[in-house]
């Protein structure tokens, strides 16, 4: 897939994949011992972080798939393993990325009721709520790989647009 997406379901595909693998490739960054790190006792380690996306991408996935959740298997304890959980992580990527790439505008459409209550969330509110879910878990894990050193030793930068501007346009402004 490019990153030019030229439909909705590349694009959700594109966007929800990339974060996942990012969030993929920084855990198998992180030492073992650091598994279960966290800078402070309120902050998730980064075993919760990753079976909370692992876990809501399954779940998420089983409700598009069957409307009904009372014939949804119940999500699996998470591998134990760094390794095994970013395994597990991998293969529910490929699983999105089929599912996503498959979808017809019509089951976007499709109304569905998370564990079959609550109000009605169609399709596409589902697979926004997976890409949420899987770019704030990649946020918060990327802070965490900040706060160990792993991504340099310097104090973070935000790449502000300003800069851009001026560089490329210098100090005059187009409004």
Known sequence: MSYQPHTENEAYALVLCNH????IDYLRKLPPEKWDWAPDPAAPTARILATHAWQWLQCDRQHIIEPDASLHPRIPDPPSEPEMM???LQEETECWRALLQGLTPE???EERFQFN???PLNVRGFICHTIMNAIYKNGQFTTLFFALGLDGREPYTAPL???FYEQRFGGVSGL
Not at 20 to 23: E, Y
């Open 86 to 88: 970013c395994q597990a």
């Open 117 to 119: 209550g609550g109000f």
């Open 161 to 163: 647009p300003n800069p």
């Open 20 to 23: 996942l693998q990012s969030f």
């Open 107 to 109: 089951q976007l459409d």
